[in-house]
């Protein structure tokens, strides 16, 4: 790739002097403050075939929603030209995509800040292409910032690049030192908030985005919400506490949730904690769920679930369970209670979802809602059914 004439613009709050950086600055405890869209640094989102896909979930993510960097583009040659909030959510949000990141930096005024690497794939490794591209965007004076399993800022030649042009490389999952984190101590029973995780019934299937709606709408009604994000994406999105729970040996988890979920009721004094839900309880293939139950110990529990998704995530032939039986599981695993489901209405149509919505309210007797294509005050009401105690005055006096 040809480097772009143009400018670098000033450095923004990720541009630090190491050339490396973790995500431990921020796991545990709170960052530094999310800065206004103004002043957040600038992002392109690399999300080459994927994006409006599951493995795409990153870049979906940041779309939708992101405190921390100033979202102008997403890369994806599928999706060339196309405006990305069509794409998602048939609603224009003027983030275009483009079909390289030569494209994206020309369309600029500037050369961005940052490459955000917006994808998950299964493997947690970036194919040889995607490296070609993070190598190019060091090139431009570009800061990278990855969510895989794989840590960038360990690769020779990516970070011998990223030194010899001074910028960061942020690794979300690369977690704390161990001699750092902290075993889980029971602390967590004395936090005054109303703690509810978000679960699901598989990976990928929409409890961050509901618990990031949730988490708007109960502040916009005054009460003051606080999100405890649980993945990379999360934290990318600006999430002041959190930790990304994969990356964490197993003996640290619960601890290191825990950790989180105490420094952000003591430095915010919220009413309401969310915990954003990994994977499912009932997955083999996950562990995190279990940690997220022990160390964050919810008062209740929203399942989001796909009623049109035959099978889980990259297993074909592992048939998606019955919501009925995750809601057995939890409230077996957990002393805790699931007080409503939301849905992901991926293969959809509206009146499929309409009549989902309907026929899982009646049998399992919950508050049911979809958080992308329902009224909010829908979502938030699955919360105020299950503790009146919160409902507004305002909405009180109007029912």
Do not use: W
């Amino acid at each position: 790739m040809k480097t772009a004439s143009k400018a670098r613009r000033p450095a923004g709050p990720d541009a630090e002097s190491s050339q490396s950086q973790s995500s431990s600055d921020t796991q545990g405890g709170a960052s530094s403050n999310c800065p206004s869209p103004a002043q957040s640094p600038t992002a392109v989102v690399y999300c080459e075939g994927n994006f409006a896909r599951i493995d795409g979930k990153t870049a979906n993510g940041l779309v939708r929603h992101s405190q921390a960097y100033r979202i102008l583009s997403v890369i994806d040659s599928c999706h060339d030209g196309q405006d990305s909030g069509e794409i998602l959510d048939d609603t224009p949000n003027h983030i275009p995509v483009f079909g390289s990141l030569e494209a994206a930096v020309s369309h600029e005024a500037t050369i961005p800040d940052t490459l955000i690497y917006g994808m998950a794939p299964s493997t947690g490794k970036p194919s040889p292409e995607d490296r070609s591209v993070v190598l190019d965007a060091i090139s431009l004076g570009m800061n990278i910032v990855s969510g895989l399993h794989e840590y960038l800022s360990d690769d020779v030649e990516i970070s011998s690049a990223a030194k010899s042009r001074n910028v960061i490389i942020r690794d979300i999952r690369k977690p704390r030192l161990s001699k750092d984190m902290r075993l889980f101590d029971g602390s967590v029973a004395s936090v005054n908030a109303l703690r509810i995780a978000v679960l699901g019934t598989d990976c990928a299937i929409g409890k961050r985005t509901t618990a990031t709606l949730l988490a708007r709408a109960l502040n916009a009604q005054g009460i003051k919400t606080v999100l405890v994000g649980t993945g990379q994406t999360g934290l990318m999105q600006g999430a002041r506490y959190g930790v990304a729970m994969d990356a964490v040996p197993p003996q640290f988890c619960c601890g290191e949730l825990e950790r989180a979920i105490v420094t952000a009721a003591e430095e915010e004094q919220p009413e309401v904690i969310l915990i954003e839900g990994q994977g499912a309880l009932s997955h083999p293939a996950f562990c995190t769920s279990a940690f997220i139950l022990r160390g964050s110990q919810p008062d209740g529990v929203i399942l989001q679930h796909a009623p049109k998704r035959a099978h889980r995530c990259d297993f074909p032939n592992m048939k998606m369970p019955d919501p009925r039986d995750e809601i057995a599981l939890i409230e077996a695993f957990a002393d805790t209670k699931v007080i409503g489901m939301t849905i992901n209405h991926e293969g959809m149509t509206e009146a499929g979802i309409s009549d989902a919505i309907v026929s899982y309210a009646h049998t399992l007797d919950l508050p049911v809602s979809d958080a992308l294509s329902r009224p909010l005050e829908d979502l938030i009401e699955i919360v105020f059914s299950a503790y009146p105690r919160l409902r507004p005055e305002s909405l009180v006096a109007a029912q």
